[in-house]
């Protein structure tokens, strides 16, 4: 098993090495802190699995695993090991391409096994972050199920920087009925500006920005 490691720390980006390397079943285990670095190295002989942090030098970790997801081998698998960990973090992560998301408080045992799984083809999330965002879903579950579908619509407008009236036009609606929209998902929301509104929808899941 091949394996690469892109973390600004170098400490631990060696010390991880260090240890990696002493088990039977990796046959080399190579360490970048940027990743253009990694890519300029490696976009010829990708790695089984790529270990990154989202917090880089040159393209951040999104648009490292946006460019990998793009140009490597689906075989390639993407573990993220952060110190982000907050629900929304990991669960955009996962939908970006990430095979495994593991905070860097984890112990080294239960990462060894977040390697085997995903190479196995199986997807991992840590332990220590595993509640969090079990409760998380339950959360956005509960919000989502009092927006009506029309309002759904509208808050991903608004949250995409959409005014009134280009909504209106769009979903060929009166400027009237679109604010009412707004106003009555602001409501149940229980935010009192747009600002907050597009805040709250992107903390809790309900609204998701578009890579680019």
Do not use: W
């Amino acid at each position: 098993m091949n394996i690469v490691l892109v973390d600004e720390h170098l400490l631990l980006a060696d010390a991880l090495q260090s240890l990696l390397q002493l088990v039977p079943e990796i046959n080399r285990v190579d360490t970048y802190t940027d990743g253009r670095d990694f890519l300029t190295a490696r976009s010829a002989c990708p790695p089984d699995i790529l270990v990154m942090d989202l917090a880089l030098n040159g393209p951040n970790g999104f648009e490292l695993l946006d460019i990998c997801r793009a140009t490597l081998p689906r075989e390639t698998k993407v573990i993220v090991l952060s110190a982000i960990t907050d629900p929304q973090t990991v669960k955009h992560t996962i939908r970006r391409g990430a095979n495994s998301f593991l905070s860097k408080s984890t112990l080294f045992e239960e990462f060894k096994e977040s390697i085997f799984q995903v190479q196995s083809g199986k997807q991992y999330i840590g332990k220590a972050i595993r509640d969090s965002l079990i409760n998380s879903v339950f959360t956005e579950e509960e919000v989502v199920m009092h927006l009506s579908p029309r309002e759904k619509e509208v808050l991903q407008k608004v949250c995409g920087g959409h005014t009134i009236k280009e909504i209106a036009y769009e979903l060929r609606l009166s400027a009237h009925t679109v604010q009412y929209y707004h106003r009555s998902v602001m409501d149940k929301l229980k935010v009192r500006r747009t600002t907050d509104l597009i805040v709250y929808a992107m903390q809790h899941g309900l609204y998701i920005p578009e890579a680019r």
